[in-house]
């Protein structure tokens, strides 16, 4: 039994580590992304994210880092990377984040945004300039999806041959990217994180929709108010009949008489038994 065990025992391990193994290469294929060649979280520490992406902690000095999107739940955001939607860096003028780019390509740079303190629009809104070109032109991130969900700004861009080709504009490249956020006359710019990846944007781990997620969301809040609603009915209820209990008048309560399903025989059936005892003892005493 003991062998025989035992080479179950690999039997299932050696299954186990199979599945493991295509487990695993199925997810990289199905998730797999270009070369990162930069990567930080912006206003934050060291992460790394559900795809693998490892952002570095924020290096800049200028401006300021914040964390208070901590208070809120970022919407579209896989969970274990809340992290990168709520810290951020803002600042009260214009700020850039300088990348060296070493060889021609195909590039993708991805901004992630959240808006974590405006609830309404045209409060916040700033430009990103990529070098000399403007690649997002006035974001307001409250406007585009509200308060406390992710957005990304994807910009495609390619390097050959000392230029620069963005948005299908072209100018001189020296090999370092400044991605600047620049201020207008609503409030400061502000970035959660940034990456760089070096391929197309076919290759990018993407967001949910943000319909699907709208829909979801509703969904989730209709089944909360249900329930509350069948919370505040059941509770109603049971108010109700604790209510009738306390109230019930004194005179309804009915105090059984412990006599008055005696039968009066049965009341009278000592005493005779008792004259029946008495009457031979007295008879004897008499004879005495």
């Not at 901004?111 to 309404?120: G, L, Q, R």
Request: one cysteine or more.
């Amino acid at each position: 039994m003991d062998v025989l065990g035992r080479r179950l025992c690999l039997h299932l391990e050696s299954r186990y580590f199979i599945f493991l193994i295509a487990l695993i290469l199925h997810v990289t294929s199905s998730h797999g992304i270009g070369e990162i060649i930069y990567a930080v979280n912006c206003g934050g520490g060291a992460h790394v994210d559900v795809y693998g992406i490892h952002y570095q902690k924020d290096p800049l000095n200028i401006g300021v880092p914040s964390d208070h999107g901590k208070v809120l739940t970022i919407r579209r955001a896989p969970p274990p990377d809340q992290i990168l939607y709520q810290t951020e860096r803002y600042h009260t003028s214009n700020f850039a984040y300088s990348v060296p780019i070493r060889s021609d390509g195909d590039y993708v740079l991805v901004m992630k945004f959240s808006e974590v303190w405006f609830t309404e629009p045209n409060r916040k809104i700033f430009d990103v300039q990529m070098n000399d070109h403007i690649v997002v032109d006035h974001l307001d991130i409250f406007a585009t999806v509200g308060l406390g969900v992710a957005h990304d700004e994807i910009i495609p861009f390619s390097v050959k041959n000392g230029i620069l080709t963005v948005n299908k504009e072209a100018s001189t490249f020296n090999g370092v990217l400044n991605i600047e956020f620049v201020k207008l006359m609503h409030d400061n710019p502000k970035v959660n994180a940034i990456y760089i990846m070096k391929g197309s944007v076919d290759d990018l781990p993407l967001l949910p929709p943000l319909q699907s997620m709208e829909h979801q969301h509703q969904y989730n809040e209709d089944d909360e108010e249900e329930e509350m609603m069948q919370q505040d009915s059941s509770s109603s209820r049971h108010q109700q009949s604790n209510q009738q209990k306390r109230r019930r008048p004194v005179s309804e309560l009915k105090v059984s008489d412990p006599y008055a399903s005696e039968d009066p025989s049965s009341m009278l059936l000592p005493v005779i038994i008792a004259v029946a005892a008495f009457v031979p003892i007295v008879f004897c005493l008499c004879r005495l």
